[in-house]
Nanobody, 124 residues
Framework: QVQLLESGGGLVQPGGSLRLSCIISGNIGSIYSMAWYRQTPGKQRELVADITSVGSSTNYADFVKGRFTISRNNNKNTLYLQMNSLNPEDTAVYLC?????????????????WGQGTEVTVSS
């Protein structure tokens, strides 16, 4: 199975930058897309950005376009989120997500895997 572990969160001033990392282990080849989500107590979990395993096609939420960049290294074992021009509204727990294919006696099924999250605080 796939396991995900986020790191890189912390405290940053408005206008600053931060890079989040997600270390991927297990059956990496089963993953067909990855994403960063974020969660705050007063909001639903929201998609920040995603990237496909084949072709590295990316998609961004409108509120981060031009500021954040999602990428994955060539070995496919690390997912990144480069965050620039941060503002206090970006404060959240950021979660790494993988969509993968699993198999059982019934055939193929979709797996949705989550990391524990890394906390980002943007404050002066």
């Amino acid at each position: 199975q796939v396991q995900l572990l986020e790191s890189g969160g912390g405290l940053v001033q408005p206008g600053g930058s931060l890079r989040l990392s997600c270390i991927i282990s297990g059956n990496i080849g089963s993953i067909y897309s990855m994403a960063w989500y974020r969660q705050t107590p007063g909001k639903q979990r929201e998609l920040v950005a995603d990237i496909t395993s084949v072709g590295s096609s990316t998609n961004y939420a409108d509120f981060v376009k031009g500021r954040f960049t999602i990428s994955r290294n060539n070995n496919k074992n690390t997912l990144y989120l480069q965050m620039n021009s941060l503002n206090p509204e970006d404060t959240a727990v950021y979660l790494c997500n993988a969509e993968a294919v699993g198999t059982d006696t019934q055939g193929y099924r979709k797996l949705d895997i989550w990391g524990q999250g890394t906390e980002v605080t943007v404050s002066s």
